[in-house]
Antibody, heavy 119, light 110 residues
Framework: QVQLVQSATEVKKPGASVKVSCRPS????????LSWVRQAPGQGLEWLGW????????SYPQKFQGRVTMTIDTSTTTAYMELRSLRSDDTAIYYC????????????WGQGSLVTVSS | QSALTQPASVSGSPGQSITISCTGT?????????VSWYQQHPGKVPKLMIY???TRPSGVSNRFSGSKSGNTASLTISGLQAEDEADYYC??????????FGGGTSLTVL
């Protein structure tokens, strides 16, 4: 079955960077995009961007441009999301999800990776 | 982009129907029939319930339906059940390969 397995919890200091991994399985990687979404404690969902495993094309919302980078290692079928210059308000659960660009759906989602930013 | 606007909370009794609205602009909801809805139970991962405004993925109950009029999309749940109590989020394509989420709506089944 289709599943996405993410890396474990991270604790970082303000100003540091974090790199979260996501390993999809159960489908042909290049047939769908991979999107990242985060959820701060008690808050809603926030879209961080997406990457096409087919050609490496990325798209990020203006809020995160320059601070986020999404990559894919097709040899290991692992996707990565790096967020730099971390602040306390970056503390959140970070999710990856399979993304259909044509129909605009995210399904399924990974189990989530908690990133805590604290001095 | 600004987040789509959803009511913070809605409630209904078992068996009733409720509708959750999701208001965007002519740059997102109003232009593209690419609105999706997600259900999230506390401590759980979001689950896709509706995509392309009104299409249900396989396995999702037909009690869930979606629609759109102008800049506002809606999710309707009929025959409310206790298990429907959760947070619901809408999401729209917003052009230039970008997406935008709504702020989320907490559904309480009385």
């Amino acid at each position: 079955q289709v599943q996405l397995v993410q890396s474990a919890t991270e604790v970082k200091k303000p100003g540091a960077s974090v790199k979260v991994s996501c390993r999809p399985s159960g489908y042909t990687l290049t047939n769908y995009g991979l999107s990242w979404v985060r959820q701060a404690p008690g808050q809603g969902l926030e879209w961080l961007g997406w990457i096409s495993p087919y050609n490496g094309h990325t798209s990020y919302p203006q809020k995160f441009q320059g601070r986020v980078t999404m990559t894919i290692d097709t040899s290991t079928t692992t996707a990565y999301m790096e967020l730099r210059s971390l602040r306390s308000d970056d503390t959140a659960i970070y999710y990856c999800a399979r993304f259909s660009r044509r129909s605009n759906w995210l399904d399924p989602w990974g189990q989530g990776s908690l990133v805590t930013v604290s001095s | 982009q600004s987040a789509l606007t959803q009511p913070a909370s809605v409630s209904g009794s078992p068996g009733q129907s409720i509708t959750i609205s999701c208001t965007g602009t002519s740059s997102d909801v109003g232009t593209y029939d690419l609105v999706s809805w997600y259900q999230q139970h506390p401590g759980k991962v979001p689950k896709l319930m509706i995509y392309e405004v009104a299409t249900r993925p396989s396995g999702v109950s037909n009690r869930f339906s979606g629609s759109k009029s102008g800049n506002t999309a809606s999710l309707t749940i009929s025959g409310l059940q206790a298990e429907d109590e959760a947070d619901y989020y809408c999401c729209s394509f917003a052009g230039s390969s970008t997406l935008v989420f709504g702020g989320g709506t907490s559904l309480t089944v009385l």
